[in-house]
């Protein structure tokens, strides 16, 4: 059973900068479409970064493009997010989510894996 943590969320000030990191257990991480996701009080599940497979190419909401990146880990078996230049419209609990097959790498439905969610809280 393919089971995703995340970890490296936080309280941070407007400017400043996080690291999320989504391990995976119980299958190797480059057989997935990774996905980071993130939830605002009152507002839907928006897509924020993907990462796509064999080839990594990589997908970026327009709000978070040039400041956020998505990459893999082939060590740790995970697909980090680095955040940069964070703004207090970035708050929110951030999911990663995974899938062997292909669709819109910004659609919730696509992902049959999830993790539990982090949250990162920027400040002004």
């Known amino acids: 059973q393919v089971q995703l943590v995340e970890s490296g969320g936080g309280s941070v000030q407007a400017g400043g900068s996080l690291r999320l990191s989504c391990v995976v257990s119980?299958?190797?991480?480059?057989?997935?479409?990774m996905a980071w996701f993130r939830q605002a009080p009152g507002r839907e599940r928006e897509g924020v970064a993907g990462?796509?497979?064999?080839?990594?190419?990589?997908y970026y909401a327009d709000s978070v493009k040039a400041r956020f990146t998505i990459s893999q880990d082939h060590k740790k078996n995970a697909a980090d997010l680095q955040m940069n230049s964070l703004e207090p419209e970035d708050t929110g609990v951030y999911y990663c989510?995974?899938?062997?097959?292909?669709?819109?790498?910004?659609?919730?439905?696509?992902?049959?894996?999830w993790g539990q969610g982090t949250q990162v809280l920027v400040s002004s």
């Open positions: 990462i796509s497979r064999p080839y990594e190419w990589t």
């Open positions: 989510a995974a899938s062997r097959n292909g669709g819109d790498w910004d659609r919730p439905g696509v992902y049959p894996y």
């Open positions: 119980g299958d190797v991480a480059s057989n997935y479409h």
